[in-house]
């Protein structure tokens, strides 16, 4: 099981760069160039984000990317939700069905306490605060 897929560490990625170059809207080819992700992953993921108004798009001369939100209101918890839907570490399926101990199953607590705490988590941390904190490097 991975936490963050490869499609929302790009997402991650672009977006920290297109909010370092402060309200300059970023054409892909440049992005492709500095971040060194395949173009095609790219234009997916910032289309993605687009449609989730994430991202603002401009097209002709000059045209490109720009965040439609602040970058203290981009959360790796909602980026998560757009590219690999809710977190959840079980299913408590067994055999294809619901599992009959679900609501006694000491387990299923401790893995829903871990789920709150890895959102709680990911839900702190924005483009903003990978940005200030220096914590991402593209």
Known sequence: MKLITRNTDYAMRALCYIARQRERSVPVPEMVAAL??????LRKIV??????GV???SKGQGGGFLLALK??????ADLVRIFQGTIQLNEC???KKICPNRGTCALKREIDGIERDALARLHKVTIASLIRNGKHHD
């Open 36 to 41: 060194k992700i395949p173009r095609p992953f």
């Open 47 to 52: 289309q993605t984000l687009g449609r989730e």
């Open 55 to 57: 991202l603002r798009s």
């Open 71 to 76: 970058p203290e209101d981009v959360r790796l």
């Open 93 to 95: 399926i067994f055999k």
